[in-house]
């Protein structure tokens, strides 16, 4: 059984930064593409920023600049660096993995379990 399993949420206030991880762990084969979501109250869930197993990265327009997306295969972990962080990047962050098992013959679709941000001004 494969898991995703966040950790690195938090308080802090408009400016500062705060560190996401995401560690994957069961019976992985191979892990593909990851991404980070987010959903505010409210809202829809939206992509944050995704990274691919060569990595190369994508990142929404509203976090361009702050936000690093980061993995690291040999540990099947995803990281998040959040800089200059605002009130609208309050939200419950949700890790996201494309992951093949020991025991599939295609890659499934995984999520965390969310991690609650919050910026305060």
């Known amino acids: 059984q494969v898991q995703l399993m966040e950790s690195g949420g938090g308080l802090v206030q408009a400016g500062g930064s705060l560190s996401l991880s995401c560690a994957a762990s069961?019976?992985?084969?191979?892990?593909?593409?990851m991404a980070w979501y987010r959903q505010a109250p409210g809202k829809q869930r939206e992509l944050v920023a995704s990274i691919t197993s060569s990595s190369p990265t994508v990142y929404t327009d509203s976090v361009k600049g702050r936000f690093t997306i980061s993995r690291d295969n040999a540990k099947n972990t995803l990281y998040l660096q959040m800089n200059s962080l605002k009130p609208e990047d309050t939200a419950v962050y949700y890790c996201?993995?494309?992951?093949?098992?020991?025991?599939?013959?295609?890659?499934?679709?995984?999520w965390g379990q969310g991690t609650q941000v919050t910026v305060s001004s």
């Open positions: 996201n993995a494309d992951i093949l098992s020991y025991t599939g013959v295609r890659t499934k679709n995984y």
């Open positions: 069961g019976s992985i084969f191979r892990i593909n593409a």
